[in-house]
């Protein structure tokens, strides 16, 4: 029965990978048929938008802003990214409290970081949900991101964009980010999608993007317990047919994708601790 039972999960996970696979050579396609567009007028190489006034933190997105192209784009995932939260932790260790994160390399993509975490909560679903999606929609203090715009779309959608710099121990970098978030209410689980893309303006890396897809998963435990599970992708995407220094790209795929990760666990240890003990207000990042 083990042996069976192994063969079964090693099954399920190269559906799930090859899945993946197809999903982003996909993507790749979608974003070089809109890449000279974004690239001639957003706000990829100057940090300005194309607005009537001066924005303020939740305002729309104007039809002559090109970052909408890839929001779309973005959105367009989720979907299947949603069908996905059905297996995609089918395959993963799965440690009983706290996270565990690791690197592996993938022929297609490259060099890959996987975050996956548990914690059982004292808490309904809807309790842990709210308390989650407010927090990831929460402006924040953080010295390093300041946002363009956030666009919300009803109340389980959200999209956005910002600056961030990304502090390595080796250099800083200046990068501009899009984000969609959508959440999903069903009878047994709550799941929250979140995508984001980092974009480098600084020249010889703009064919980089720095790219994040997370899946937290709420599942009912009893009528007044629930269990959390997150598992986050990190990866970078390369534009076809794109060249740069060696020494550029090894920045960005080690330096850059690690700190990344690191700041994104830490917000992961700190939702954590928010729902097991319950408090609501945001941690400045």
């Not at 975050?115 to 949900?129: D, G, T």
């Not at 308390?131 to 999209?159: F, K, Q, T």
């Not at 600056?163 to 390595?168: A, E, G, M, Q």
Request: aromatic share 8%; proline share 4%.
């Amino acid at each position: 029965m083990a042996a069976l039972d192994e063969f079964r999960k090693r099954r399920i996970a190269e559906t799930v990978n090859q899945k993946l696979k197809f999903f982003h050579a996909d993507i790749a396609k979608l974003s070089r048929a809109v890449l000279g567009v974004i690239q001639q007028e957003s706000a990829l190489s100057e940090k300005k938008f194309v607005f009537a006034s001066p924005p303020t933190a939740r305002t729309a997105l104007a039809n002559k802003d090109n970052s909408l192209v890839l929001i779309e784009q973005l959105a367009q995932c989720v979907p299947y990214l949603h069908t996905l939260s059905e297996t995609v932790f089918s395959n993963k260790d799965i440690p009983s409290f706290g996270c565990r994160m690791e690197s592996s390399v993938d022929i297609s993509r490259g060099r890959i970081i996987e975050l996956v975490a548990r914690v059982p909560v004292e808490n309904s679903m809807k309790q842990v949900s709210d308390v989650l999606w407010g927090d990831i929609n929460n402006i924040g203090h953080s010295p390093d991101i300041s946002y363009r715009w956030i666009n919300e779309r009803g109340p389980d959608a959200v999209a956005k964009s910002f600056d961030l710099t990304v502090r390595c121990p080796s250099g800083t970098t200046a990068t501009h980010g899009l984000q969609y978030l959508h959440r999903f209410e069903e009878k047994e689980r709550i799941v929250h999608i979140r995508q984001s893309k980092l974009f480098f303006p600084s020249k010889g890396l703009e064919g980089l993007r720095l790219c994040s897809h997370a899946w937290t998963v709420i599942s009912k435990t009893t009528t007044e317990k629930c269990e959390v599970k997150f598992y986050l992708q990190l990866f970078v995407e390369r534009q076809e047919g794109f060249s740069a220094v060696e020494k550029d790209i090894k920045f960005i795929q080690e330096d850059v994708l690690d700190t990344w990760a690191m700041k994104l666990r830490s917000h992961w240890q700190w939702q954590q601790e928010l729902v097991t003990v319950n408090t609501a207000p945001a941690a400045p990042r």
